[in-house]
Protein backbone atom coordinates (compact mmCIF):
# COMPACT_ATOMS: atom_id res chain seq x y z
CA UNK A 1 0.00 0.00 0.00
CA UNK A 2 1.28 3.55 -0.84
CA UNK A 3 1.51 6.42 1.28
CA UNK A 4 -0.38 8.37 -1.12
CA UNK A 5 -3.64 5.39 -0.42
CA UNK A 6 -3.03 6.56 3.27
CA UNK A 7 -3.93 10.04 3.11
CA UNK A 8 -7.67 11.38 4.06
CA UNK A 9 -9.04 14.72 2.38
CA UNK A 10 -8.37 16.49 5.38
CA UNK A 11 -4.40 15.55 4.96
CA UNK A 12 -4.56 16.80 1.58
CA UNK A 13 -6.40 19.47 2.22
CA UNK A 14 -4.39 20.50 5.26
CA UNK A 15 -1.25 20.08 2.13
CA UNK A 16 -2.80 22.70 0.17
CA UNK A 17 -3.14 24.99 3.09
CA UNK A 18 0.47 24.65 4.43
CA UNK A 19 1.53 24.41 1.03
CA UNK A 20 0.17 28.18 0.67
CA UNK A 21 1.14 29.59 4.07
CA UNK A 22 4.62 28.33 3.07
CA UNK A 23 4.65 30.18 -0.29
CA UNK A 24 4.00 33.56 1.67
CA UNK A 25 -0.08 33.58 1.24
CA UNK A 26 -2.97 33.93 3.59
CA UNK A 27 -5.32 31.35 4.20
CA UNK A 28 -8.76 31.32 5.71
CA UNK A 29 -9.82 28.69 7.87
CA UNK A 30 -12.44 28.08 10.67
CA UNK A 31 -11.99 29.23 14.39
CA UNK A 32 -14.33 28.98 17.25
CA UNK A 33 -16.66 31.49 16.18
CA UNK A 34 -15.68 32.93 12.91
CA UNK A 35 -13.30 31.42 9.77
CA UNK A 36 -10.52 33.51 10.51
CA UNK A 37 -7.32 34.51 7.72
CA UNK A 38 -4.00 33.28 8.96
CA UNK A 39 -0.20 33.59 7.95
CA UNK A 40 3.26 32.79 8.70
CA UNK A 41 3.70 35.25 11.37
CA UNK A 42 7.33 35.14 10.99
CA UNK A 43 6.61 36.45 6.89
CA UNK A 44 6.56 40.32 7.32
CA UNK A 45 4.97 40.64 3.71
CA UNK A 46 2.47 37.99 4.21
CA UNK A 47 1.00 39.84 7.55
CA UNK A 48 1.25 43.25 5.49
CA UNK A 49 -0.95 41.06 3.20
CA UNK A 50 -3.34 40.26 6.41
CA UNK A 51 -3.91 44.00 6.88
CA UNK A 52 -4.44 45.04 3.40
CA UNK A 53 -7.06 42.58 3.07
CA UNK A 54 -8.80 43.48 6.02
CA UNK A 55 -8.20 47.15 5.40
CA UNK A 56 -7.36 47.38 8.85
CA UNK A 57 -5.66 49.94 10.71
CA UNK A 58 -2.41 49.90 10.66
CA UNK A 59 -1.47 50.28 14.18
CA UNK A 60 -3.62 47.29 15.20
CA UNK A 61 -2.04 44.06 15.96
CA UNK A 62 -2.67 40.49 15.43
CA UNK A 63 -3.31 37.71 17.37
CA UNK A 64 -1.70 33.74 17.10
CA UNK A 65 -2.65 30.58 17.76
CA UNK A 66 -1.06 27.68 18.41
CA UNK A 67 -2.05 23.80 19.13
CA UNK A 68 0.10 23.40 22.06
CA UNK A 69 2.04 26.11 24.23
CA UNK A 70 5.12 25.38 22.67
CA UNK A 71 4.27 27.15 19.65
CA UNK A 72 3.26 30.27 20.88
CA UNK A 73 5.88 30.01 24.16
CA UNK A 74 8.28 31.87 22.36
CA UNK A 75 6.01 34.88 21.70
CA UNK A 76 5.75 35.73 25.87
CA UNK A 77 8.64 37.23 27.98
CA UNK A 78 8.36 34.62 30.61
CA UNK A 79 10.29 36.87 32.82
CA UNK A 80 7.28 39.26 33.11
CA UNK A 81 4.57 37.03 33.49
CA UNK A 82 3.83 35.89 37.54
CA UNK A 83 3.28 32.05 37.60
CA UNK A 84 -0.14 32.34 38.70
CA UNK A 85 -0.53 34.45 35.65
CA UNK A 86 0.71 31.99 33.53
CA UNK A 87 -0.97 29.42 35.44
CA UNK A 88 -4.19 30.29 34.77
CA UNK A 89 -3.96 31.33 30.82
CA UNK A 90 -2.47 27.82 30.59
CA UNK A 91 -5.23 26.06 32.72
CA UNK A 92 -7.47 27.40 29.89
CA UNK A 93 -6.01 26.22 27.31
CA UNK A 94 -6.18 24.62 24.65
CA UNK A 95 -9.95 26.39 24.45
CA UNK A 96 -11.79 29.33 23.21
CA UNK A 97 -9.77 32.17 25.83
CA UNK A 98 -7.33 34.72 24.05
CA UNK A 99 -4.42 36.12 26.43
CA UNK A 100 -2.49 39.12 26.01
CA UNK A 101 1.00 38.56 27.06
CA UNK A 102 3.71 41.00 27.35
CA UNK A 103 5.85 39.79 24.17
CA UNK A 104 9.31 38.71 24.23
CA UNK A 105 12.07 40.35 22.14
CA UNK A 106 11.55 37.82 19.73
CA UNK A 107 8.49 38.94 18.53
CA UNK A 108 8.48 41.13 15.01
CA UNK A 109 7.56 44.29 15.60
CA UNK A 110 5.39 43.92 12.32
CA UNK A 111 3.33 41.48 14.71
CA UNK A 112 2.73 44.14 17.53
CA UNK A 113 2.61 47.27 15.68
CA UNK A 114 4.29 49.25 18.74
CA UNK A 115 1.92 47.39 21.65
CA UNK A 116 4.46 46.16 24.31
CA UNK A 117 1.88 42.80 24.24
CA UNK A 118 0.69 39.84 22.02
CA UNK A 119 -2.65 38.07 21.96
CA UNK A 120 -2.08 34.58 21.98
CA UNK A 121 -4.27 31.69 22.01
CA UNK A 122 -3.62 27.32 22.42
CA UNK A 123 -7.00 26.90 20.35
CA UNK A 124 -9.19 23.39 21.04
CA UNK A 125 -10.82 23.70 17.29
CA UNK A 126 -9.89 20.66 15.76
CA UNK A 127 -9.17 21.56 12.30
CA UNK A 128 -7.14 24.78 13.58
CA UNK A 129 -4.88 23.13 15.93
CA UNK A 130 -4.34 20.16 13.28
CA UNK A 131 -3.61 23.26 10.76
CA UNK A 132 -0.90 24.34 13.60
CA UNK A 133 0.39 21.34 14.18
CA UNK A 134 0.66 20.37 9.96
CA UNK A 135 2.32 24.12 9.54
CA UNK A 136 4.66 22.98 12.96
CA UNK A 137 4.18 26.80 14.20
CA UNK A 138 2.10 29.28 15.68
CA UNK A 139 -0.43 31.09 13.37
CA UNK A 140 -1.79 34.74 12.42
CA UNK A 141 -5.70 34.54 13.27
CA UNK A 142 -7.70 37.50 12.21
CA UNK A 143 -11.43 37.48 11.41
CA UNK A 144 -11.93 36.70 8.00
CA UNK A 145 -13.75 40.35 6.86
CA UNK A 146 -12.68 44.00 6.17
CA UNK A 147 -12.53 45.93 9.14
CA UNK A 148 -15.53 46.98 10.43
CA UNK A 149 -17.45 44.05 8.55
CA UNK A 150 -19.32 41.16 9.79
CA UNK A 151 -16.90 37.95 10.50
CA UNK A 152 -17.05 35.13 7.90
CA UNK A 153 -18.43 32.44 9.40
CA UNK A 154 -18.21 29.76 6.53
CA UNK A 155 -15.90 29.12 3.64
CA UNK A 156 -18.83 30.56 1.31
CA UNK A 157 -18.99 33.60 3.34
CA UNK A 158 -14.98 34.08 2.69
CA UNK A 159 -15.46 33.30 -0.98
CA UNK A 160 -17.88 36.04 -1.47
CA UNK A 161 -15.99 38.38 0.53
CA UNK A 162 -12.58 37.94 -0.52
CA UNK A 163 -13.03 35.38 -3.64
CA UNK A 164 -9.22 34.53 -5.23
CA UNK A 165 -7.64 37.15 -3.05
CA UNK A 166 -6.82 34.38 -0.28
CA UNK A 167 -4.64 31.78 -0.90
CA UNK A 168 -6.46 29.13 0.06
CA UNK A 169 -9.75 28.57 2.42
CA UNK A 170 -9.78 25.41 4.34
CA UNK A 171 -13.38 24.63 4.83
CA UNK A 172 -14.86 23.22 7.84
CA UNK A 173 -17.53 23.91 10.39
CA UNK A 174 -16.80 27.17 12.83
CA UNK A 175 -16.55 25.75 17.16
CA UNK A 176 -20.15 27.05 17.31
CA UNK A 177 -19.32 29.97 19.49
CA UNK A 178 -21.69 33.09 19.01
CA UNK A 179 -19.06 35.57 19.50
CA UNK A 180 -15.01 35.89 18.64
CA UNK A 181 -13.18 34.47 21.95
CA UNK A 182 -13.10 36.50 24.97
CA UNK A 183 -9.36 38.82 25.21
CA UNK A 184 -7.91 39.11 28.88
CA UNK A 185 -4.91 40.73 29.95
CA UNK A 186 -2.55 37.39 30.94
CA UNK A 187 -1.00 39.58 33.74
CA UNK A 188 -3.76 41.23 35.72
CA UNK A 189 -6.72 39.21 34.19
CA UNK A 190 -8.55 42.36 33.18
CA UNK A 191 -11.09 41.95 30.31
CA UNK A 192 -10.03 43.46 26.56
CA UNK A 193 -12.68 41.98 25.02
CA UNK A 194 -16.11 40.22 26.06
Not at 16 to 42: H, M, N, Q, W
Not at 53 to 68: E, N, T
Not at 138 to 153: C, D, M
Amino acid sequence: MSQRSLRTDEDDRLYEAVSALKGGGVIAYPTEAVFGLGCDPRDEAAVARVFELKQRPPAQGVLLIGCDFAQVETYIDLARVPAEALARARASWPGPHTWVFPRSAATPEWLARGHAGIALRVTAHPLAAALCRAFGGALVSTSANRHGEPPARSAADVQAAFGAEVAYILAGETGGLARPTPIRDAVTGEEIRV
